[in-house]
């Protein structure tokens, strides 16, 4: 399914090197503005072909509003962007139908689809299609700011080279202001050389390395979400998991956590005046699924992006036999860097769902 939510529905269409990309946004409430400069930020801290940590395929990502804005105000009506692909290189994968690149959904594609899905840039699989939830999230993210609530991320972690985590008591404005307009987002912008040579030296070796993202919402209010399946957790996971190289998410003090005993990780309350707060944060803000109105806290593992230039083994399908492959084409040495405004984005769209459905929007 390529269609998400319930009070606020998103459905993302196209293929990566198709004549381009979109999503519908649907259950928005009407009036609120959108401020197209600040839209295009977002857009831009995930186009590609700006920094050699990324993709050399250059998209300026501009997005066409073709319904559900009116003088930049949503209307109520299902608001609908496309994107068009304007420097695709379709030429580059026409040996990917049956020799699938390892670690990619070439093979599984092939079978669930019987040989009609479109491979040129991995199609629908693609993490082009991240484009297009930016969008919605950037749309979600503003609507969210209007109502106290930020969401910033920042890479936490290159290979083994690691960035400061979040203080999961208190994250300054400011903080969450420059992690959310920044392409290299760090909070120890110490670490950036060593995190980009690592990745340089990726590149140039034909390989490539994956990491980890941390991201916050503050000023969540309490006594958002619900029980058992309708969690913030589950919410949440259920669209960061639609973003392409995801392959795990912790909240709070996550594995680690798994590690202490109850009394060290338990969160203890104090009052703050007439609110309630937690001295400690370990659950990330986030108690038998609801929100404890401490900062909602997660990370998530991003595995090294699967088109190296390497030489790789993999299988002829037509033919039946063992081969090898040499990929070509155009592709991040790290997928983390561009990632974080996309986990950004999947936070604003999942929380404003979950907000809605409690008619705390």
């Not at 669930?112 to 749309?139: C, E, M």
Request: glycine residues 12%; contains cysteine.
């Amino acid at each position: 399914m390529s269609s998400w939510g319930n009070a606020v529905k998103i459905s993302i269409f196209g293929e990566s090197h198709g004549k381009g990309i979109g999503v519908v946004i649907d259950g928005l409430p009407a009036g609120e503005k959108i401020d197209m400069e600040e839209l295009l930020l977002q857009m831009a801290r995930r186009a590609p072909g700006k920094d050699k940590a990324a993709t050399p395929r250059l998209e300026k990502d501009i997005p066409e509003i073709m319904s559900g804005v009116l003088n930049d105000t949503t209307t109520g009506a299902p608001l609908c962007a496309v994107i068009y692909n304007t420097n695709t290189r379709s030429q580059d994968y026409g040996n990917l139908l049956t020799t699938p690149r390892p670690a990619h959904a070439d093979f599984t594609g092939y079978i669930r689809y019987k040989g009609f899905n479109d491979i040129r840039g991995g199609g629908h699989f693609s993490a082009r299609l991240t484009a297009p939830l930016v969008f919605a999230g950037a749309v979600c993210r503003q609507i969210l700011s209007r109502r106290g609530i930020k969401i910033a991320a920042h890479i936490a972690s290159v290979g083994t080279i690691k960035d400061s985590r979040f203080d999961g008591v208190n994250i300054p404005d400011e903080l969450m202001d420059r992690l959310a307009g920044t392409t290299f987002g760090l909070i120890d912008q110490s670490r950036e050389a060593e995190m980009r040579e690592l990745i340089e030296e990726c590149r140039m070796s034909g390989d490539s390395i994956g990491g980890t993202i941390e991201c916050a919402v503050t000023g969540m209010p309490a006594g958002a979400g619900s029980p058992m399946f309708g969690g913030i957790e589950n919410v949440i996971s259920s669209v960061v998991f639609g973003v392409p190289a995801v392959k795990g998410i912790e909240f709070g003090s996550g594995f680690s956590g798994s590690e202490l005993r109850g009394s060290q990780n338990n969160d203890e309350f104090y009052y703050d005046g007439d609110t309630v707060k937690t001295r400690t944060n370990n659950h990330g803000g986030i108690l038998g699924g609801i929100s404890s109105g401490m900062p909602v806290i997660f990370r998530t593992a991003m595995k090294p992006t699967p088109s190296i230039s390497r030489t790789q083994n993999t299988v002829d399908i037509s033919e039946k036999t063992d081969t090898t492959l040499q990929i070509k084409g155009r592709h991040d040495p790290c997928i983390v860097v561009r990632a974080v405004p996309v986990i950004e984005a999947a936070a604003a769209v999942a929380i404003v769902n979950i907000l809605a459905e409690v008619n705390m929007l």
